[in-house]
């Protein structure tokens, strides 16, 4: 047991049994508090003493205040010192030459305590002899009590930036219920040795400590975007929609481009905007040899009522590797799958894409897309309209608009916008169409299977939710472990 532990016992046993303050206390106040609190639990948890805490103010020096003690005399003693010594008078730069920013200060204080007056510019002594240094006294008492009884000289200190303020723990030590001067090692676990040796018949256990706090728990924690991923599967699996199979993040230009008749010269796959793969730079070319003829055919010059973009088109740059840019390159391949048995179909995936962005407070070179793909005889775009209400109104978002925009694949395409309720604005959530029909009849669909399709982030959903405004707090490497491990496991909020 630990020394303090045993002087503590004596004090107060020398004391009738209680020291009132451990602050008043020659013997413990130099003792820094933390130390003093856990000699005490230890010496509480045997129940040799019981103590409570004390807050107390404290007062010290700043080094202005140190430096004058240091010199011995406070500055406008220091500056009537100077004033009284020299015999032609003293100007304020002068004195400012002598005693530097002490000078000043000085020279106020002085000049308010009538120690001082002006002859011109030069500065007169009103007094004859030094004048008692109250200020010095007072600055040795704090430091010696860290307190004056005059708190009106305290305040005037404190304006003078001289003193400041701190709060000192003490505490108040009473005998316990089981105070002795020796400390008994008490016991915690009954042993199978004290069993055979019967020592346990007399061994003094610890009592619990009901009030000590618990270990905090250690567990998994699931990351928020992991959470709203969740929430969106949960939405399609509820409206009859089937995951697409999205864990692959590298395609062929061909399968995130030209399928989707992205022009081979669009800026969308230019080196800026994508990253492509130095190795493997060059994928294979697609099984459906009769498909990938007809995707050629259709930019080039025009086939299945389109007029094509009249371009040459390069095996080569169809067969580049690519990080994919969309998760619409798997809905492409899985329509084209498809094609093999029509029918109406809703599909769906949630997964990683990736953009060469400048990366800022909204945007990262990757992000998450949820990506919805409807196949039906005869849809139209007021489908389309239906089930965006239907989709988001699942969310809590009940007011949508929508707005006429392009993408090289559908055709109508809308942009989506919600109301948000906290920004009190409309927002983009998500882009949408309907798939070109020389883009699904190359495939090998009926005409009349027509296909809609929408994606939104799930990154911007979550960073409301959760209420993250920079997108580097959410994914990547600046994200904290903190703020996933401290997130609630269940919201009972709507999404948006
Ligand atoms: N690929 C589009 C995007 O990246 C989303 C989309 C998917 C649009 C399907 C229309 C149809 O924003």
Known sequence: MSDLSSRILKLVDSNNGVIQNTLKSPELSGIDSNTLHSALSSLWSKQMVNFSKLEQDHWVLTKEAEQYIESGASPEVQVVDQVLKALEGLTISQLKEKLGPAGIVGQGKAFKNKWLSKDGDKLIAQVKELPTDTVLEELKTIKEKGTLDDAKELTELKKRKLISLVKVIGYKIEKGPKFALEIINLETDITSDMILNQSWKTAQFKPYNFNSEGVFPQSGALHPLNKVKEEFRQIFFSMGFTEMPSNQYVESGFWNFDTLFVPQQHPARDLQDTFYLKDPARAKEPEDKEYWKNVKQVHQEGKYGSIGYRYPWSADESLRMVLRTHTTAISSSMLHKLAENPRPTRLFSIDRVFRNEAVDATHLAEFHQVEGVIAGYDITLGDLIGFMDDFFGK???????????????????????????????WVEIGNSGMFRPEMLETMGLPPNLRVLGWGLSLERPTMIKYGVSNIRELLGHKVSLDFIESNPAARLDELL
């Open 395 to 425: 969310m809590g978002v009940d007011q949508l608009r929508f707005k006429a925009a392009y993408n090289p694949y559908t055709e109508p395409s809308l942009e989506i916008f919600a109301y948000h309720q906290g920004l009190k604005k």
